[in-house]
């Protein structure tokens, strides 16, 4: 089993940062981009029984086989927002981010905007599933990098973390990329957009999360408190530290956007 980024890793694959020193082998929480783009032996280095969570849409999924996928893996898809959001929103946001009106942390934003109900069954998913999980979207950087940082938050870690956790995703971008599927059209698309993971991005979305009054609040009109004091309970545990918040000397408050950034 493989508990570390590796040279024989699936693209952009690594656990979530462990916030304590419970380690729990068997209920490792992982991120990565889709692994139906890694090799045999790539995935041979992961958990045996693992769960994929699948972010991607339903036409992502059409476009690529998972026949090569360990059988005794489990994939779950759970699309981080609906089909037809997801296209209108790619196409006005695309226009943005190619021209520069608008930045990652802005398409981040309107993301967490559209895609609420998405997110809560996503995180409530994770809470229901036992053993490893990975979550996993087509590059895990966008999708996966917000559902990551939302999962940080709710456990209590500190901003910073998962700021950090986000611009790792740069140690694997070059060979991460070239493995996307779309051929040459995709890399000219990827060639337009400046796909460096930027802390400031993902700064700005945990701000925006702040505004709202936090994750708790954020998801609140879908996670009756009941549901998500179980889910937090559920990924602390994973993440290596006491079910409950109010035994940790971690911070449960989200500072502002400048002291993320400084």
């Not at 508990?3 to 699936?10: C, E, K």
């Not at 927002?81 to 990652?104: K, N, P, R």
Request: charged share 20%; net charge negative.
């Amino acid at each position: 089993m493989m508990d570390h980024m590796t040279a024989l890793a699936p693209p952009n694959w690594r656990p979530l940062p462990l916030l304590g020193p419970h380690v729990s082998p068997n209920n490792g929480l992982y991120r990565a981009a889709a692994l139906s783009h890694a090799t045999r032996a790539e995935l041979a280095q992961c958990p045996d029984e693992l769960t994929w969570l699948d972010l991607r849409t339903r036409g992502e999924l059409e476009q690529e086989s998972r026949e090569h996928l360990p059988t005794t893996w489990q994939h779950v898809h759970a699309p981080f927002m609906e089909l037809d959001v997801q296209a209108g929103q790619e196409a006005q946001a695309l226009d943005g981010l190619i021209d520069g009106s608008a930045t990652f942390g802005d398409h981040y934003c309107r993301m967490l905007d559209v895609a609420v109900a998405n997110i809560a069954q996503v995180l409530r998913t994770i809470g229901e599933t036992s053993g490893p999980i990975v979550i996993g979207c087509q590059g895990g950087r966008d999708r996966t990098g917000l559902i990551s940082a939302i999962l940080l938050l709710a456990a209590g870690a500190d901003p910073h973390i998962a700021v950090g956790d986000y611009i790792r995703t740069n140690d694997d971008l070059h060979e991460n990329l070239q493995r996307q599927p779309g051929g040459e059209q995709t890399q000219e698309l990827f060639a337009a957009l400046d796909l460096v993971c930027r802390r400031e991005d993902i700064a700005q979305a945990i701000d925006y999360l702040a505004s709202l009054g936090g994750v708790r609040e954020y998801l609140s009109s879908h996670l009756p408190d009941e549901d998500y004091d179980r889910l937090v309970a559920s990924i602390r545990i994973r993440l290596g530290v006491d079910p409950d918040p109010s035994d940790s000397s971690l911070p449960l408050t989200t500072p502002s956007q400048k002291e993320v950034t400084a």
